[in-house]
């Protein structure tokens, strides 16, 4: 294979991963994107085994390539087919540090045998000092972007009893400080790496890398999960385009940079969802008071609570009805019984839509996939800021297991979420509420939403609350 046929491939697979973002843009397009996205890494992975086995002058290289993708497709498939939606975070998690992961590894094998890996260079040739400084950003963020997957993993899970792998923040007197230092002593060590190629100062770099991950990521409460997820993304991302560089590899730069570039894209997006400073996200100085700050002060409250028969009663007599989804729908798996009590409101003459808040669940569209995978109609789902100027006008809200996004202490200042943008469910003439029990959400506070004289609260698993719903309409 011709380094020109090479160079074509790539571009070719390069236009595909656009194309691609392009259409994961939009719930209607999705499913182009994904083609687009899985042809274009098809063309890549072909492109580069069929380089490799070039390159290596005999059938062993080849073999060791092809085991690596058996085994690395087959796991990726399993964990795909069984993964349920509500671990879909978790698993985005796993992913992450995979990536991080493998840029550590090349890093650490071009150092060890800079001959066979970088760009013309022979075996016992120094590496240049571009590569090296070059094999020190991507090894570093990729060490970082590792270990702070690790971390969000176990977050996101919430079922390890190692403090830091639990929701609520871990903070210490000097956090900020140590994470400063530690930062300013990783890229010193680079640099020495840099410029004396020291194995040393290299592995030195690496590890203090790893626990950095760890200490910036160990201070985020579960309610910032949602923009973790897309920070970490955008870190793997650039370690991928890093290694890159130093490979000579014109693919894995361009798709490290279009993946590090969403994901701070996206990383802006979030900040701006949940009010949060892009600066402090990046350097992982955010969350963490939001729990802290909750943690005891929640006293005990009477609400106003009914049954499903209820509540279909009040949807049955509404002429709009807007459904807020959560986090309890999609541990429910209750997305098909809403599709069906929308179908049946909406043959009675009621207008249904369905309000997104853009961090609702554990990571950024975790909402919209739920009902996408329901076949909910596109045009019944709306953006926060497409449907917040309608709950003025809407006789009912229905929130199902979300806590967070709907909570009006947003709008009162010196509350830990002050100035989220929340969706104005407050604002509907009436309110009903699904929860499993009054326990607080991920932020860790208490709504005021729950309390309101208009409001109902449903108690019980979504799914079967919504089922009881769907046989009560008339």
Same mark, same amino acid.
């Given at each position: 294979?011709?380094?020109?046929?090479?160079?074509?491939?790539?571009?070719?697979?390069?236009?595909?991963?656009?194309?691609?973002?392009?259409?994961?843009?939009?719930?209607?397009?999705?499913?182009?994107?994904?083609? !687009?996205?899985?042809? *274009?890494?098809?063309?890549?992975?072909?492109?580069?085994?069929?380089?490799?086995?070039?390159?290596?002058?005999?059938?062993?290289?080849?073999?060791?390539?092809?085991?690596?993708?058996?085994?690395?497709?087959?796991?990726?498939?399993?964990?795909?087919?069984?993964?349920?939606?509500?671990?879909?975070?978790?698993?985005?998690? =796993?992913? &992450?540090?995979?990536?991080?992961?493998?840029?550590? !590894?090349?890093?650490?094998?071009?150092?060890?045998?800079?001959?066979?890996?970088? &760009?013309?260079?022979?075996?016992?040739?120094?590496? $240049?000092?571009?590569?090296?400084?070059?094999?020190?950003?991507?090894?570093?963020?990729?060490?970082?972007?590792? @270990?702070?997957?690790?971390?969000?993993?176990?977050?996101?899970?919430?079922?390890?009893?190692?403090?830091? =792998?639990?929701?609520? $923040? %871990?903070? =210490?007197?000097?956090? &900020?400080?140590?994470?400063?230092?530690?930062?300013?002593? #990783?890229?010193?060590? *680079?640099?020495?790496?840099?410029?004396?190629?020291?194995?040393?100062?290299?592995?030195?770099?690496?590890?203090?890398?790893?626990?950095?991950?760890?200490?910036?990521?160990? $201070?985020?409460?579960?309610?910032?999960?949602?923009?973790?997820?897309?920070?970490?993304?955008?870190? @793997?991302?650039?370690?991928?385009?890093?290694?890159?560089?130093?490979?000579?590899?014109?693919?894995?730069?361009?798709?490290?940079?279009?993946?590090?570039? @969403?994901?701070?894209?996206?990383?802006?997006?979030?900040?701006?969802?949940?009010?949060? @400073?892009?600066?402090?996200?990046?350097?992982?100085?955010?969350?963490?008071?939001?729990?802290?700050?909750?943690?005891? +002060?929640?006293?005990?409250?009477?609400?106003?609570?009914?049954?499903?028969?209820?509540?279909?009663?009040?949807? *049955?007599?509404?002429? #709009?009805?807007?459904?807020?989804?959560?986090?309890?729908?999609?541990?429910?798996?209750?997305?098909?019984? %809403?599709?069906?009590?929308?179908?049946?409101?909406?043959?009675?003459?009621?207008?249904?839509?369905?309000?997104? &808040?853009?961090?609702?669940?554990?990571?950024?569209?975790?909402?919209?996939?739920?009902?996408?995978?329901?076949?909910?109609?596109? +045009?019944?789902?709306?953006?926060?800021?497409?449907?917040?100027?309608?709950?003025?006008?809407?006789?009912?809200?229905?929130?199902?297991?979300?806590?967070?996004?709907?909570?009006?202490?947003?709008?009162?200042?010196?509350?830990?979420?002050?100035?989220?943008?929340?969706?104005?469910?407050?604002?509907?003439? #009436?309110?009903?509420?699904?929860?499993?029990?009054?326990?607080?959400?991920?932020?860790?506070?208490?709504?005021?939403?729950?309390?309101? +004289?208009? #409001?109902?609260?449903? =108690?019980? +698993?979504?799914?079967?609350?919504?089922?009881?719903?769907?046989?009560?309409?008339?």
């Amino acid at each position: 294979m011709s380094m020109n046929l090479v160079t074509l491939l790539y571009l070719i697979a390069s236009v595909c991963f656009i194309q691609a973002l392009k259409g994961l843009s939009h719930p209607t397009t999705s499913i182009r994107g994904n083609v !687009f996205g899985m042809t *274009g890494m098809t063309i890549a992975v072909v492109t580069t085994a069929a380089l490799i086995a070039k390159l290596a002058g005999s059938p062993m290289g080849l073999s060791w390539v092809l085991v690596g993708l058996l085994v690395g497709g087959s796991a990726g498939a399993i964990m795909a087919q069984r993964v349920e939606m509500t671990k879909m975070p978790e698993l985005v998690a =796993f992913m &992450h540090s995979m990536i991080g992961l493998a840029a550590v !590894f090349i890093a650490v094998a071009a150092v060890a045998e800079p001959g066979a890996l970088l &760009h013309g260079l022979a075996k016992g040739d120094p590496i $240049p000092t571009g590569n090296r400084l070059e094999l020190f950003l991507g090894a570093a963020i990729g060490a970082i972007t590792f @270990s702070g997957s690790v971390i969000a993993f176990g977050k996101l899970s919430g079922k390890s009893k190692f403090r830091l =792998f639990q929701g609520a $923040p %871990v903070q =210490f007197g000097g956090q &900020h400080l140590l994470n400063l230092v530690l930062g300013l002593a #990783t890229v010193g060590l *680079g640099l020495a790496f840099m410029a004396t190629e020291s194995w040393s100062a290299f592995f030195a770099m690496l590890a203090l890398a790893f626990v950095l991950g760890v200490l910036i990521i160990i $201070p985020i409460g579960g309610a910032d999960m949602p923009v973790v997820v897309s920070m970490l993304n955008s870190y @793997s991302g650039w370690a991928a385009a890093g290694i890159g560089f130093s490979l000579n590899n014109a693919m894995l730069i361009i798709a490290g940079s279009l993946v590090g570039s @969403s994901g701070a894209i996206l990383s802006y997006i979030m900040c701006k969802a949940m009010n949060r @400073s892009f600066i402090n996200v990046i350097l992982g100085g955010f969350g963490g008071d939001t729990a802290t700050a909750a943690a005891g +002060d929640q006293v005990q409250r009477s609400v106003k609570s009914g049954s499903a028969d209820d509540a279909a009663f009040i949807l *049955g007599n509404a002429e #709009t009805v807007v459904i807020v989804p959560g986090y309890g729908l999609a541990v429910a798996r209750a997305q098909h019984a %809403v599709k069906e009590l929308a179908e049946k409101l909406t043959e009675k003459g009621i207008t249904v839509k369905y309000a997104i &808040h853009p961090v609702a669940g554990r990571m950024p569209g975790h909402m919209n996939v739920l009902l996408a995978e329901a076949e909910v109609p596109y +045009d019944q789902v709306f953006e926060m800021e497409d449907i917040n100027g309608e709950f003025g006008q809407t006789d009912v809200a229905i929130i199902l297991g979300a806590n967070d996004v709907v909570n009006p202490a947003a709008l009162q200042k010196g509350s830990p979420i002050y100035g989220m943008p929340i969706l104005e469910a407050y604002k509907a003439k #009436t309110i009903i509420v699904n929860k499993r029990s009054m326990a607080a959400g991920y932020a860790g506070l208490d709504n005021e939403l729950f309390y309101m +004289d208009k #409001t109902m609260m449903v =108690f019980g +698993d979504a799914k079967k609350v919504v089922e009881e719903m769907v046989k009560a309409v008339e």
